[in-house]
């Protein structure tokens, strides 16, 4: 495998060779929320299948749970309104929108930089989109859309894998040896390949990708040429926050019927990269102050109705997640414990079972989406 020196800006991954076996996932943490986790990986599962519906006996299969784990769970999240009960399938009910909505408001990101993107839209004749990054790829946030039909269309809270997508190289370029690792083993073993809209590389390339975020980092922007899907073309650029980490990037995409990727860069760079000094500036303007959280419902009422059929822990650590996107920036555990009315020992170990899954993140005391 050659040798690809990166910049000093793009730390060099020690990527493990092919014939290293995958390391086994690292164990939560002893204080997280069995339940909370058990919950979200079904509805993880039902987000991710193409089929609408699923019986009980599917999620078995997709989750490796028990089938009595299985159906304490969808009792739970039947009578909290996020799944919806059909006969013997399970639907996804309009409530499940909750948990994504809550990272959008609480990030503040499309409020606070998606008319930015839709001024560069107008102002192109091109769609803009806003990703940020997640895990191993890139999730929409801001989607402006213009004129023209593509080859392929992405909905705001699409994951793409980080190789197949102009934003991807630009967030790589801040990833340590173990994200790198992580990346080579999920691509070879496919563990994270059904949450992306588009499949990831069907061959990793670690070489030829870090070469990309190499190059990227050198120029300061990322350029898609047809990653995706042939005839879609795309130039990205970071956002960053004033401690020069990338929050998010930006980028312009069109199609070769209008544009190859070189002259996509001409058209649309000079602005693209104005529009994304804007967007800096406003992240580095003082947040408001954040408002107070809503009380959610912690389920107390039907626990009592059910008993043991109802899973509390997991409707207070939902309670939790939602919470956290009741405004901006972030909130203490005082605040979290607060608005939920949960105990802080109770609040603090849902927080902990979050951040270990990757939806919650920390900065100093305070947590946010």
């Known amino acids: 495998m050659p040798e690809v020196v990166p910049p000093p800006s793009v730390p060099p991954p020690s990527v493990p060779p092919p014939s290293v076996p995958p390391q086994e996932p690292v164990a939560g943490p002893e ?16 987000a991710v299948d193409p089929a609408v519906r699923q019986r009980p006996s599917d999620l078995a299969r997709a989750t490796g749970l028990a089938r009595s784990t299985v159906d304490r769970i969808a009792t739970t999240l039947v009578r909290l309104g996020y799944l919806r009960s059909d006969g013997r399938d399970l639907v996804l009910a309009p409530r499940a929108a909750e948990f994504g909505n809550a990272y959008l408001a609480g990030s ?14 107008d102002h192109l004749d091109e769609s803009v989109s806003i990703a940020v990054p997640d895990g191993d790829g890139a999730r929409f946030v801001v989607q402006a859309t213009r004129r023209r039909a593509m080859a392929v269309s992405f909905r705001t809270g699409d994951l793409l894998p980080a190789e197949r997508c102009a934003p991807g190289a630009l967030f790589a370029a801040e990833w340590d040896d173990d994200r790198w ?42 350029v898609d040429d047809q990653l995706i899907e042939p005839g879609l073309v795309a130039v990205a650029v970071p956002v960053r926050d004033t401690s020069g980490a990338t929050v998010c990037a ?15 860069e001409g058209h649309a760079l000079p602005r693209l990269r104005e529009t994304a000094r804007e967007m800096e500036r406003r ?23 059910l008993g043991s059929g109802f899973l509390q822990s997991l409707a207070r650590g939902l309670d939790v997640l939602i919470a956290l996107g009741a405004a901006p920036g972030g909130h203490p555990l005082a605040a979290v414990a607060r608005a939920t009315g949960l105990p802080r ?23 946010r989406l």
Do not use: C, N, Q
């Open 283 to 305: 992240l580095a303007l003082p947040a408001a102050p954040p408002a107070a959280l809503a009380l959610p419902s912690s389920g107390r009422r039907l626990k009592e109705e």
């Open 345 to 367: 020992a109770t609040a603090r170990r849902a927080l902990i079972t979050l951040r270990h899954l990757g939806y919650v993140d920390a900065d100093g005391e305070r947590f």
């Open 31 to 46: 204080e997280s929320v069995g339940p909370l986790e058990r919950g979200l990986a079904l509805l993880h599962a039902m």
């Open 181 to 222: 690792a992580a990346w080579l083993r999920h691509r070879e073993d496919g563990e994270a390949d059904d949450g992306f809209a588009v499949p990831p590389s069907s061959a990793p390339d670690p070489v030829g990708f870090l070469e990309r975020v190499r190059t990227s980092g050198v120029r300061g922007r990322s």
């Open 108 to 121: 503040g990101l499309p409020e606070l930089l998606g008319p930015l993107a839709v001024e560069l839209a």
């Open 250 to 264: 930006v980028s312009v995409v069109s199609h070769t019927s209008r544009h190859d990727a070189d002259s996509l």
